[in-house]
C-alpha cells in the first residue's frame, strides 16, 4: 500500500471509481516504464475523491516479473514518482439498479472503491471477492467494514475448489449489473457464463490486471 502525494501538498486532480493512474519505475536494467496501478478509496462519502490531498494504491510484489513491482516496493517515504493524471477505462455506469463486484486477488483495488461510491450513492451493491487463500486477499478488514454481509469471501484453500461461476450467476438478479476485475482465466469463465445465459453485453463491464 503507497500513499502518494504533492511535493508540496496541494490538492490533486479528482477521480471516479474505477480510475487508474500510470506510474514511472526504473526496471533491474535502469530503463524506465510505465505502470498501471488503481486508486483506492474507501470511505463511503459522496465527493470523497473530487479533490484528495493524496492518491492511495497497492502494489502486489511479482518476483518473477520484469521489475516494476520489486520497484514500488523498493520506494522509501521522501521519495519522487513522476506520475500521470488520473484516467478511467473501468467507469461505473449511471443508474440507481443493484449491483454485483467481482474480484479476484488483486484485482479488488477498482471494486473496493466502486463499492465505496455506490455505498455514499445508497445504491445497493454486493462483492464476491475470490482467491487461493485469505493470507493472499488484500483490504478485507476495510472491506468488512464498508459493506458487512455484503461482502462474500471465497478461498480456494476453504472451499476446497475454484469459485462456482455458474452459481454466482445463476443467483443474479434481473436489474443486477456485473463489474469484475481478476485473472484472466477467471474473466473468461464469467464472460462465458454470461453469454451462455443470453446476457447482454452491457451488463457485464470488466477489468484484466
Not at 471516479?16 to 470511505?43: E, F, K, M
Not at 514518482?81 to 473501468?90: S, V
Not at 450467476?169 to 484472466?184: F, I, N
Request: net charge neutral; charged share 15%; proline share 8%.
Amino acid at each position: 500500500r503507497l500513499v502518494l502525494r504533492a511535493p508540496a501538498g496541494e490538492a490533486l486532480p479528482g477521480h471516479t471509481a474505477g480510475a487508474h493512474v500510470r506510474v514511472q519505475g526504473t526496471l533491474p536494467g535502469g530503463g524506465q516504464d510505465w505502470r498501471h496501478y488503481s486508486l483506492i478509496n474507501t470511505q463511503p462519502v459522496a465527493g470523497a475523491t473530487a479533490a484528495p490531498t493524496h492518491y492511495e494504491i497497492a502494489v502486489r510484489r511479482e518476483d518473477e516479473g520484469r521489475g516494476g513491482s520489486r520497484f514500488m516496493h523498493g520506494l522509501q517515504v521522501g521519495d519522487t514518482l513522476q506520475i500521470e493524471a488520473p484516467k478511467n477505462d473501468f467507469p461505473l455506469q449511471a443508474g440507481a439498479g443493484p449491483v454485483l463486484l467481482v474480484a479476484g486477488g488483486i484485482g479488488i483495488t477498482p471494486l473496493l472503491s466502486m463499492a465505496a461510491e455506490l455505498r455514499a450513492a445508497s445504491r445497493p451493491v454486493r462483492l464476491v471477492y475470490a482467491g487461493r487463500s485469505r493470507a493472499l486477499l488484500a483490504f478485507l478488514p476495510q472491506l468488512q467494514a464498508l459493506l458487512g454481509d455484503a461482502l462474500q469471501v471465497h478461498t480456494d484453500d476453504e472451499a476446497g475448489a475454484a469459485l462456482d461461476v455458474a452459481a454466482l450467476l445463476d443467483g443474479c438478479a434481473p436489474t443486477e449489473s456485473l463489474y469484475m476485475c481478476g485473472p484472466k482465466p477467471m474473466l473468461d469463465a464469467v464472460l462465458a457464463a454470461a453469454h451462455a445465459r443470453g446476457w447482454p453485453p452491457g451488463r457485464v463491464h470488466f477489468e484484466l490486471f
